[in-house]
């Protein structure tokens, strides 16, 4: 009932990307593209919506109610596929109304939005939090915040079977290490299931230490029943999550004006910069093989106008 019965799943295209610090350092990068699967439904998010909802559609239940913040990519995706694919969605927002370019289009595609305040948001993770949404919303199924959980990162071992189907592509018959922007660790903890092992998975961290991406994405290998191994976080929030600097933003400039490729200052923006950081410290070797996944997210980005400016 939720999904269209056959051929859901978008195709990321991966391309080589090319800048002048992976050439001169001997590194190269391929770069799966979840920015270009939808217009919408961009990046990550049906990957981690697609398990949330077969399960929604095991238990009868409508349509979903989740979480998420004024420019949530999540939330937005989850809207769009409820317009697109016609079931009701509820969205629990972070602090007081406000409008944004994100919440405009969730009101558009018919999210029913309430506003939880600052205090009442961070009451989500105790137990009883979701008993009263579940008495007014009973047909509806709860999504924990990002689509994440293991449901989560089960869909996303599919991105492992597009990269693997598309490196002949390339000329590559192999590569080194996964690298992607880590926001609750559900998308690297798909891919840590996947590789089981075979390719090591660095997440580049977009929130500080005390967000706890790392016990989050423990918890979900230890549900899958697997070691809690095979990957490596890097602090790469650069002071706090949302937090943007001048180097940043100029790295974001200089990258979109190279490559072509756009990236926006939260996730991709903060990880291909790490990754940089890593590069010229010299602790990538030379003739290493990434996967840089594009998480997408550019439709937050424009909460960022008026920072991006000179770009846009
Ligand atoms: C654009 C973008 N990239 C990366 C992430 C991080 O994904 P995850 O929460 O699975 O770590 C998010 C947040 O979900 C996101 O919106």
Redesign the pocket.
């Known amino acids: 009932m939720f999904l269209p019965p056959t051929d859901w799943l978008p195709q990321a295209p991966l391309e080589r990307l090319d800048l002048d610090w992976l050439s001169a350092a001997r590194v190269e990068v391929a770069i799966l593209r979840l920015d270009l699967i939808d217009p919408l439904i961009s ?3 049906w990957f ?1 919506l697609v398990e949330h909802l077969k399960a929604a559609d095991r238990t009868g239940a409508e349509g979903i109610i989740s979480l998420g913040g004024a420019h ?3 939330l937005h995706a989850l809207a769009a596929a409820g317009k697109r694919l016609g079931f009701p969605t509820v969205g629990l927002l972070r602090g007081h109304a406000q409008e944004t370019p994100t919440v405009r289009d969730l009101q558009a595609f018919g999210m029913q939005l309430h506003w939880l305040g600052y205090a009442g948001y961070r009451a989500r993770h105790e137990p009883g939090f979701w008993e009263p949404w579940q008495a007014r919303y009973p047909t509806l199924h709860a999504v924990p915040e ?3 959980g293991l449901p ?2 089960l869909g ?1 071992a599919a991105l492992k079977v597009q990269v693997d189907a598309q490196l002949a592509n390339l000329g590559w018959s192999d590569f080194h290490a996964w690298w ?11 891919l840590v299931l996947a590789e089981a092992g075979a390719h090591p998975v660095f ?1 580049a961290l ?1 929130v500080p230490d005390d967000h706890g ?1 790392a016990p989050q994405v423990e918890a979900i290998l230890r549900e899958a029943g697997m070691a809690d191994a095979g990957y490596e976080l890097i602090d790469a929030s650069r002071g706090g999550f949302a937090k943007v600097d001048a180097r940043l933003l100029e790295f974001i400039d200089r990258s979109e004006q190279a490559s072509g490729l756009a990236l ?1 200052p ?3 923006g903060k ?1 291909l910069l790490a990754l940089k950081n890593r590069v010229e410290a010299g602790r990538v070797a030379s003739g290493t093989r990434l996967v840089f ?1 594009h ?4 439709q ?1 980005r424009r909460g960022f106008n008026t920072h991006f400016k000179k770009i846009e």
Do not use: D, F, I, Q
């Open positions: 990046g990550n998010k981690k949530s990519n999540h990002g689509g994440g989560g990162a996303c992607l922007a880590c926001g609750t660790g559900t998308t690297l903890a798909g997440g977009a991406v926006e939260l996730y991709t990880a996944v998480t997408g997210g550019l937050g």
